[in-house]
């Protein structure tokens, strides 16, 4: 089992900048990837970038404006978020993949609100 739990959301202006981090506890040696993905009402979950062995994967909506690290030790991973955007507004998840296992783990979501 892996336990996720995010910190750092809020509401910032546009244009501001926000740090998002997810402490990893449990079995995390079994963790192969980390990311971030988000989700607004009414819409499906999307992915917002990962992270794993040091190759990182970002949505093209956030690519040159959020950065994400951490995960080498598989027990924290953050999202710093620059030139934010009112479209970026949504609640925002960490997640843990484990292959061997074939188990997705989230966190409980934080909210980001970015205002025009």
């Known amino acids: 089992q892996v336990q996720l739990v995010e910190s750092g959301g809020g509401l910032v202006q546009a244009g501001g900048s926000l740090r998002l981090s997810c402490a990893a506890s449990?079995?995390?040696?079994?963790?192969?990837?980390m990311g971030w993905y988000r989700q607004v009402p009414g819409k499906q979950r999307e992915l917002v970038a990962t992270v794993s062995g040091g190759s990182t994967i970002y949505a093209d909506s956030v690519k040159g404006r959020f950065t994400i690290s951490g995960g080498n030790a598989k027990n924290t991973v953050y999202l710093q978020m620059n030139s934010l955007k009112p479209e970026d507004t949504a609640v925002y998840y960490c997640n843990a993949k484990c292959i061997l296992s074939r188990r997705d783990y989230w966190g409980q979501g934080t909210q980001v609100t970015v205002s025009s």
């Open positions: 449990g079995s995390i040696a079994s963790i192969n990837l």
